[in-house]
Structures are given as structure tokens and as C-alpha cells.
């Protein structure tokens, strides 16, 4: 019992303690594979890059390479959408409003659409069947604010009715973060910082555009190393964090249960075909969840093995990155048998 009681405070202590600079505790694993394998690919990853591996309560692993360093924040991509899945989750856990609430409930213009079924759980999980130009938004900076950029988003045709195919846009991220400042009444930028990443102490990390445009809860995440790795933490600590719960038991289960079949996904990125997908992440192997990015980062938790790690770089990958990151994840897997 005393060892459920301290482990949230463990965690807190080892990742605070690096919430200025990397602290990497002493400890017995071998990661030498994993140093190989970094080597091996650093002129992919290219020469700034950061890696933190985080087990038994303290990061045991990390290496700053070039410019990067732990504490600096860097563009996230998609991997921003496991944080405003998180944040969704914990609107839920006060009661405010249900993944299987429609989204006109809140937002009336996508009734005026004939979009009025569309529910905010299918927004999470690519299932609108609203046609998207991409994977990306490609509206992004266009607009000062989110109500006008998901104020045209109802206006686009439905591509398949909702709920029956996925197709992976950022689109429906964008409508769930209108929904979550609509009922908070504050910008989502302010809303993310205040309700999600200040009980994590991710103090250095935001959503906020420097040129003053409309924030982005698909792909706009600016974040330290050390940060995603507190926020990967709290999903491996199943929801607790710092001696405080952020998720519930039942929306951590939502946070992490498999939203798709194989035959349902229809545009996929290829990196992650093959793969089925949660709320925000993406589900290599059971218990394996992956919120990785096409500019490069990854965040991984493995909950069969008992670790959480990110890979973050500098760099925006043109070509699939998916080998990369399976070979230094087959080191990090290796070094705890």
C-alpha cells in the first residue's frame, strides 16, 4: 500500500527535478543498444535531438543532442492531439459535458449545416465524415480565432456519414477545442495551460501562436522534452500525478481504449498504417500507445514493459520516420527484459 501512496509522488520528484535542467538517475540497465541505435540514425534524426526515458519513478536515460536541449520548448505536431484528448477527458470527469454529446449542442452552426449527429467522441477519433483537403488543417493562420476558423468547418461536405469510416484529419481536434472554450469561456490556449499543464508543471509548455492567430488543438503544441515526458508520466502512473489524480479510472480507460477496427480506417498517414487508434495516440501492440508527429517527435508509453519515453527533434521529416523510431524503441524495449 505505501508503494501506490509514494510512486505519485516519485514521479513528481524525479521529473520536477529536471523541469530546469535534465537530472538522469543511476541505475542498472544497459542502454548501450540504445546509444547505437541513436548513432546509427542520427542523420535522420539530424544532429538536434532529444531522448528521456522514464521507468520506476525517474528518468533513467536522457541524451541533449546538438541545440536541443530538455527544457526547450519545440512544435509538437500531431502529437498535440493526445493532449487535447487528455484535456477533453478531464472536461468529462467534472461533468460538463460526454464524448457522446452531439457537437451542434454546443456549437448550433453545424445544425444549420446538416451535421447536427456528429458527435465529439467521432470528432477525437477521425470519424466525422466531414471531407478534409488533408491530414492537416490547411486553414491554419488564416484566422485570428477558433470560432471563426470552426465556423467554416461545417460548411465543407460530408465525405461518408459519421461514425461509419476514419479518416484522419485535423479537423475534428479544431471543433473540440471550440466546444471546450465555449463552455469554459476562456481561449483555448489559456484553458490547456491553466487546466492541464499547470498540475503538471508543464509550466514551459503552451498552444499560444506568436503571431497572434487562431491556436491549434490538432498540431499547435509547444513543449519541452521534459514536459511531454511529465505528461507521459501521468498516463503511465494511470492517471496520477504529483500525489493528484488528472483522470479519472474511467476516462483514463476512454484515454487509452481502441476507437478503431482494421477495416475502418480509410486515410491513414503512412507511418501508421496498420495500427488501430485510441483517443489522440495510436495503439502499435496492446498496451503500446504512440502519439507521434510527422515533424518528427514521438511520445510512447508501454504499459507491458512500465516505461514512457520521447523522442523530440528540430527537424520537419519529409519521408516516413516509422523504421527510425522502431529501432529505438526495440533498443529502449531491450534494455528492460
Not at 203 to 227: H, I, Q, V, W, Y
Request: hydrophobic fraction near 40%; glycine fraction near 8%; proline fraction near 6%.
Amino acid at each position: 500500500m505505501l508503494t501506490r501512496f509514494l510512486l505519485p509522488l516519485l514521479i513528481f520528484s524525479a521529473l520536477s527535478a529536471g523541469a530546469q535542467k535534465l537530472v538522469v538517475s543511476t541505475s542498472s540497465f544497459d542502454f548501450k543498444p540504445l546509444d547505437q541505435a541513436l548513432v546509427q540514425n542520427q542523420k535522420v534524426l539530424d544532429k538536434n535531438f532529444t531522448v528521456l526515458v522514464f521507468k520506476d519513478s525517474k528518468i533513467v536515460y536522457g541524451k541533449e543532442m546538438g541545440e536541443s536541449k530538455a527544457n526547450i520548448p519545440v512544435g509538437l505536431g500531431s502529437t498535440s492531439k493526445w493532449l487535447t484528448a487528455a484535456l477533453t477527458l478531464m472536461f468529462v470527469d467534472q461533468g460538463k459535458l460526454s464524448l457522446d454529446d452531439k457537437v451542434s449542442t454546443y456549437l448550433p452552426i453545424f445544425k444549420s449545416y446538416g451535421k447536427a449527429y456528429i458527435t465529439i467522441r467521432q470528432c477525437l477519433t477521425h470519424f466525422t465524415g466531414i471531407a478534409s483537403p488533408g491530414f492537416g488543417n490547411l486553414h491554419v493562420g488564416k484566422y485570428l480565432n477558433l470560432e471563426a476558423e470552426v465556423n467554416d468547418i461545417p460548411k465543407r461536405e460530408i465525405q461518408t456519414n459519421p461514425g461509419t469510416e476514419f479518416r484522419y484529419s485535423d479537423a475534428g481536434y479544431a471543433i473540440v477545442g471550440r466546444i471546450l472554450e465555449v463552455i469554459s469561456k476562456k481561449p483555448f490556449d489559456r484553458l490547456v495551460k491553466e487546466t492541464l499543464f499547470r498540475p503538471l508543471g508543464m509550466m514551459r509548455s503552451t498552444f499560444s501562436n506568436m503571431d497572434g492567430k487562431a491556436p491549434d488543438p490538432a498540431e499547435g503544441a509547444l513543449c519541452t522534452p521534459l514536459d511531454l515526458l511529465s505528461f507521459s508520466a501521468m498516463v503511465l502512473g494511470k492517471g496520477v500525478y504529483n500525489g493528484k489524480r488528472i483522470l479519472s479510472d474511467s476516462s483514463m480507460a476512454e484515454l487509452l481504449k481502441q476507437e478503431t477496427t482494421p477495416q475502418e480506417p480509410k486515410t491513414v498517414p503512412q507511418d501508421m498504417e496498420g495500427y488501430n487508434y485510441a483517443l489522440g495516440s495510436w495503439i502499435s501492440a496492446p498496451g503500446v500507445y504512440l502519439a507521434p508527429s510527422l515533424s518528427g517527435s514521438w511520445a510512447v508509453v508501454d504499459l507491458n514493459k512500465g516505461y514512457a519515453a520521447v523522442i523530440v527533434v528540430t527537424k520537419e521529416f519529409k519521408e516516413p520516420q516509422r523504421s527510425v523510431f522502431n529501432a529505438i524503441k526495440a533498443a529502449i524495449d531491450g534494455a528492460f527484459p
